[in-house]
């Protein structure tokens, strides 16, 4: 993506849409098989780390009165993505705590979030068949989300 100075590698049996608004860019990377990775990319006021930008960001989220944004973070890892620091968290989404697991980064003035969601097929029919709404990222899409990651470079 040239206007925000990445790129990124995906399965080419993959649809991308463009979600973007006036307040940040967005992509959906989907896959026939279910598979739902999602980035957003977004101009960030320069905090001292992405620790403390994403503190800033959780507190956001905790406030917002939208309740599919409160967030319960189980795990974070550190990680380095093309020479940047960035953080590795699970996460649940949510009342029904809906695992999602994403990267942060900061780089060049804006603020990176890429996140692999619950497989969307496996869901449908888990929930048709028993009610349940199945709640983690099945290994399938964990492969492909850290393949995708794997790949990402900055352009400029």
């Known amino acids: 993506n040239e206007e925000y ?49 994403l503190s800033d960001f959780d507190k956001s989220r905790a406030d917002s009165k939208d309740r599919s944004l409160l967030t319960e973070v189980q795990d974070v890892r550190l990680i380095e993505i093309d020479g940047v ?29 890429i996140s692999v969601w619950v497989n969307a097929i496996a869901w449908q029919k888990t929930f048709i068949t028993t009610g349940k709404r199945p709640t983690e990222v099945d290994d399938a899409s964990l492969r492909v989300f850290e393949n995708m990651v794997s790949t990402f470079r900055f352009t400029e």
């Open 5 to 53: 100075g990445f790129e990124l590698k995906y399965p080419g049996t993959m649809q991308v849409t463009d979600m973007s608004t006036p307040y940040f860019g967005g992509f959906d990377f989907g896959d026939r098989d279910g598979t739902n990775v999602k980035m957003f990319v977004k101009k960030a006021s320069v905090p001292s780390s992405i620790n403390k930008y």
């Open 85 to 113: 620091d960035a953080v590795r968290r699970i996460e649940l989404l949510g009342d029904i705590k809906m695992q999602v697991e994403t990267v942060y980064f900061l780089h060049g003035g804006y603020f990176y979030q």
